[in-house]
């Protein structure tokens, strides 16, 4: 098990996608297991799922552009309760 550094439960399924592709690479274009683990550790993506953290509160900023994405924001509300 790695921990997803990207919040939401929908970066799961988007996260195996992209080790299935990863792993599907072969010579010069391989990348290394630990690269890959490092990514999904490690990976950042402003303005999505991004809390802000303040001495005046949090605020969560997402750019939420389509109907699958109000809908992954809506999820993760959910979930986060």
């Known amino acids: 098990a790695i921990p997803l550094a990207l919040a939401g439960r929908h ?14 690479l072969d010579g010069p ?9 490092t990514g999904l550790r490690d990976a950042r993506w402003p303005a999505r ?9 949090d605020l969560l900023i997402d750019a939420a552009h ?11 509300l959910r979930d986060a309760g």
């Open 11 to 24: 970066q799961i399924p988007n996260a195996a996608v992209a080790v299935r592709l990863l792993l599907a």
């Open 49 to 57: 799922l991004e809390w802000l953290r303040a001495e005046a509160g």
């Open 29 to 37: 274009l391989a990348v290394p297991r630990e690269a890959v683990v």
């Open 66 to 76: 389509n109907p699958a994405g109000a809908a992954a924001l809506a999820s993760y």
